[in-house]
């Protein structure tokens, strides 16, 4: 479809601030980790060169530990909260930024863009090829369970801020003395698409203990009250790193190290299987239970490049329950709601991951199946953040940078 492929390029355009992208004016006015990779694919359709300077602007924001904060805040934005200031991290980082990370996909994608435009490609990939492993490092040291599976320490590390699977971590915080401050999300959509007070508050509580920390990694392990393994992370950084062995290994680069870190991974991912049942979902490390939620984040097995029949079936038994891709979670769950942004709404993001890994593993059919309804919930719809999976009403931000990246590297 010509004209929603130039609607998709010209979205990509609008929200580039010169090098980097927003994922969508007002809501989201900076540069964010994984929208970035998404942007950074979605450009390489019809321009590599901006491709490779996406990839390039988000690892300049890299912290001398090898992370990649989630978001990077090139200016002063009063539109968004909580904003640098906030974050107090000034001076650690090369520029101001958040504390945390978000899911890694950016290996993934930078293969992707390499393998499909190789004589261009090979000088850019051997600059970010360090750097990827720095970042994979610093997960591997500071956020993997005993068991090898990757935890969040705040809910938007995961990407997922108000996913089900983080309700028990947060039920254990007592956000005392957060005070008064004002949300700006609110200002921009409707609340009832966006996280409710109690978890701001708690979102808020966690980043005011990082910067009285100054976000040292050794001291905030030393007692952690949010601390949940998660499917997303654990999933996404084992394909990323396997994708980064390969790029390694073409360069002719030691790969023994990080795929030590693909092994750890592969039984941390393991250790994610709900015994009652059988599928992958998040573990509240405090308390060690597993959430029970069947999520998204459940099926990116084959993402990782696992096989795995429990979740084949369960996926099956997914697309014939709804019309439109994946829910964020399933309808079927007493906490579904189908526009609050985690809590049951479908992502064009998520479905092109779960699409990707279905297709490399060689379940093509259920791929095509939820390509080709991404497809058209875009179509009919337009290019939202996220969309009732119900109704495919869109939801949260419009003309979303990830959304026409989806639709121009794999939807479309
Ligand atoms: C937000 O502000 O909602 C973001 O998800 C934080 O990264």
């Not at 899911?103 to 850019?124: H, I, L, M, Y």
């Amino acid at each position: 479809n010509a004209a929603l492929d130039a609607r998709a390029r010209d979205i990509l355009i609008a929200n580039d601030r010169g090098g980097y992208t927003i994922p969508t004016e007002g809501l989201y006015p900076y540069q964010w980790n994984w929208d970035s990779a998404f942007c950074g694919w979605g450009f390489s359709t019809f321009d590599v060169e901006r491709a490779w300077q996406e990839f390039d602007t988000l690892f300049s924001g890299q912290w001398p530990n090898g992370m990649v904060p989630h978001i990077l805040f090139r200016q002063n934005d009063p539109d968004y909260f909580p904003g640098p200031d906030v974050w107090g991290t000034e001076g650690i980082g090369p520029i101001p930024s958040g504390g945390i990370s978000q899911p890694p996909v950016a290996a993934t994608f930078v293969r992707s863009v390499w393998e499909q435009n190789k004589d261009f490609g090979a000088e850019r990939v051997a600059a970010l090829l360090p750097k990827i492993k720095a970042w994979h490092a610093w997960f591997m040291k500071w956020r993997t369970s005993s068991e090898g599976a990757v935890f969040l320490t705040h809910p938007w590390e995961a990407g997922r801020d108000n996913s089900p699977d983080w309700d028990s971590s947060m039920a254990m915080i007592n956000p005392e003395g957060v005070g008064e401050y004002s949300r700006r999300d609110t200002s921009h959509v409707d609340p009832a698409m966006r996280p409710t007070k109690d978890e701001y508050d708690r979102y808020l509580w966690l980043v005011y203990r990082g910067r009285e920390r100054r976000w040292n990694e050794e001291e905030l392990s030393r007692d952690r009250p949010f601390m949940v393994a998660d499917p997303t992370l654990t999933f996404i950084l084992l394909r990323a790193n396997k994708d980064l062995s390969f790029m390694m290994n073409a360069m002719g680069m030691d790969t023994s190290e990080v795929d030590a870190w693909s092994e750890r991974l592969m039984k941390g991912a393991q250790s994610l299987r709900n015994p009652d049942t059988g599928l992958f979902n998040a573990i509240n490390l405090r308390s060690g239970e597993h959430t029970g939620h069947v999520t998204s984040a459940t099926f990116l097995v084959w993402y990782a490049g696992m096989e795995d029949q429990a979740s084949l079936e369960a996926i099956r038994q997914e697309l014939a329950n709804n019309t439109y891709p994946i829910p964020s979670l399933a309808k079927t769950s007493p906490l579904f709601d189908g526009m609050r942004y985690w809590r049951g709404p479908t992502w064009a993001i998520m479905n092109a991951l779960i699409g990707i890994g279905l297709q490399d593993m060689g379940h093509q059919e259920e791929a095509e199946t939820l390509r080709i309804r991404t497809r058209a919930l875009i179509a009919e719809h337009g290019f939202a953040e996220y969309f009732h999976p119900e109704t495919g009403s869109p939801a949260g931000g419009g003309t979303f940078s990830w959304t026409a990246a989806v639709w121009l590297a794999w939807a479309s």
